[in-house]
């Protein structure tokens, strides 16, 4: 089983507060998503694999730690893990960006994706999707689904808010995928948002509601 990690440092749960009120708008909304993906980055890159070079320093020869291993591509679910792109982008800028569109049907809440556009070399990265909202888990799987059939392996799922039953159906879907999210609420209500959750996180980052 891929790893569950609730990463809950208080400048974490601290921002979460700010955007789980209902008076947040749309600027506010979007720039600390932005944040806590930055904050996030830090967490979900710790095993990143570092090899040994040997440098000069002004003072002497010395061998020290470099990055090695798989580069890096962000995948956003379209739309709303768009906003937590640039956040993680600040520390790992040369990572590339695929996107793969999906929506929820509101009555029966399955999946449906529209759009994808990736690196042509995922099989060869290390994928972190992004969406700030893990719920049924059904959008996550059809990512996960699309992306592996299309050659991609070595995949992280980056969320802000993850519902219990998002959790199981993503572990149960994929296994391999390590899962990181800001905090795990109670709950899905009868329509499929999550409680306390933070409400519709595309329309409140776009504001088209
Ligand atoms: C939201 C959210 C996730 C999905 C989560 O997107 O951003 O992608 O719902 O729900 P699930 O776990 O039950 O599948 P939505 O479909 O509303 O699209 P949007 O981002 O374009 O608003
Ligand atoms: N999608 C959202 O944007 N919010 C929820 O609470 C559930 C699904």
Redesign the pocket.
């Known amino acids: 089983m891929g790893k569950f990690q609730v990463i809950d440092h208080p400048l974490i749960q601290h921002k979460l507060t700010i955007i789980r009120d209902k008076d947040c708008g749309t600027k506010v909304f979007r720039e600390v998503v932005g944040e806590i993906a930055n904050l996030m980055a830090y967490e979900v890159s710790r095993d990143m694999p570092l090899e040994d070079i040997e440098i000069e320093t002004p003072m002497t020869k010395s061998i020290q730690k470099t990055l090695t291993g798989k580069k890096v591509a962000i995948i956003p679910?379209?739309?709303?893990?768009i906003g937590m792109v640039d956040g993680i982008l600040e520390l790992i800028p040369a990572a590339k960006v695929g996107h793969i569109g999906?929506?929820?049907d509101e009555e029966t809440?399955e999946?449906h994706e529209y759009f994808i556009k990736l690196p042509e070399d995922i099989d060869n990265r290390q994928l972190f999707i992004v969406?700030?909202?893990?719920?049924?888990?059904?959008?996550?799987v059809m990512a996960i689904d699309s992306l592996k059939k299309r050659g991609a392996s070595n995949m992280k799922f980056v969320c802000l808010v993850a519902a219990p039953e998002?959790v199981k159906t993503l572990q149960d879907a994929h296994p391999d995928v390590d899962i990181y999210t800001a905090a795990l609420d109670e709950r899905l209500n009868e329509d499929?948002y999550i409680v306390p959750g933070l409400g519709?996180?595309?329309?409140r980052l776009f504001g088209t509601k």
Do not use: K
């Not at 679910?77 to 893990?81: F, K, M």
């Not at 969406?131 to 996550?140: I, N, R, V, Y």
């Not at 519709?200 to 329309?203: E, I, N, R, T």
């Open positions: 679910i379209l739309r709303a893990g999906l929506f929820r809440l999946p969406d700030p909202m893990l719920a049924t888990g059904g959008s996550a998002g499929g519709d996180a595309g329309d």
